[in-house]
């Protein structure tokens, strides 16, 4: 910085100089306002068991509707039991299926574990053994599982924590061990993939839209705009005057109850729409494209949901046909064959558990088609015509 000298022979000893002074420029003031937008970086929700459960489960309707339409009709179905290609109604696994534990039905068991597998990816089930007999199982929440990795990079045990308590249980143990059930994970070797993590962008917008849609019903419906102040005769607001407009917009312009009131304006002030109307931005049916991705994810036909705009299908008799014979018993099957290798520990081989697809409401029609034909198949023996039932 320069400085210039009081006197013109220059400052006396002992006295500071002073800065030199420089002229600014003329400035006019602003007369109107200015908004300027830029895009932001997307926010996408976690792939964890509690971050889609909260965002999916818990607040979005298609993803909800989903996981209870799975699980429920998966956990509805009957179960039977062979032991050496022999029926075993009265076989004690059989019997702790029904009633798990003390706590929970046969049903409530496995709803809550189909939904671990379709909110996670994985789940648990701890077995509780009495004088070497298996009495209980218990369901243990994915997200409090640690997996234990060996040297040679296999599961070695499981971790638990719960409460500020860890409890391990090892993968090698002389009785029955904890039974992990997991989804196919393409890029991982101990944890399973779940169908809501396939669908996160459409959850998100999903969520999205909704939270947008109820902040425009909050804002009158109105889109977002600004308020240009520009006077004839030039000048600028005060701050008075800006805190005061600011107030009345805000009581008596805002808010579902006020929806359609007019605006009134004067003194210099325009309004100049900033944002896109719900039917510029094709509101409606960005949300149900959304909701299609999720049900696809799941596996749910969209009619079954009332999700406009999808024919695949013929009739709703026909999609719910589809999604017990694509969905619900692919997972049953599944999961009731890897129940079947757990327990042979406790029970020995030999041992299937296989569902009671004459009690399935949905493939009543398709079961009685197939008893139509066989009745009609004269080349048949009664005993052929059992087998080909599955009796």
Partial sequence: MKFRSLLPWGSPAGRKPVPERHDVPERKAATGFVSLTSQGSASWTGRSYAALSREGFMRNPVAHRCVRMISEAAASVPLLIYEQDSERPDHPLLHLLLQPNARMSGPDFFEVLYGHLLLSGNAYVEPVEIGGALRELHLLRPDRIGIVEGRDGWTEAYDYRAGGLVRRFPVETDGIGLLHLKLFHPLDDHLGFPPLAAAQVALDLSNAAAAWNKALLDNSARPSGALVYQPKEGGNLSPDQYERLKQELDEGYSGPMRAGRPLLLEGGLDWKSMGLSPKDMDFVEARNGAARDIALAFGVPPMLLGIPGDNTYA????????????????????????????????????????????????????????????????????????????Y
């Fill in 315 to 390: 009739n709703y008799q026909e999609a719910n046909r589809a999604f017990y014979r694509l969905t619900v018993l692919p997972m049953l099957t599944r999961t009731l064959a890897t129940l079947s290798t757990w327990a042979a520990a406790g029970y020995g081989d030999g041992l299937r558990l296989e569902p009671d697809l004459d009690k399935v409401a949905g493939l009543g029609a398709e079961r009685g088609e197939l008893w139509k034909r066989l009745g009609e198949a004269a080349f048949l023996t009664d005993e052929e015509k059992r087998q080909a039932v599955g």
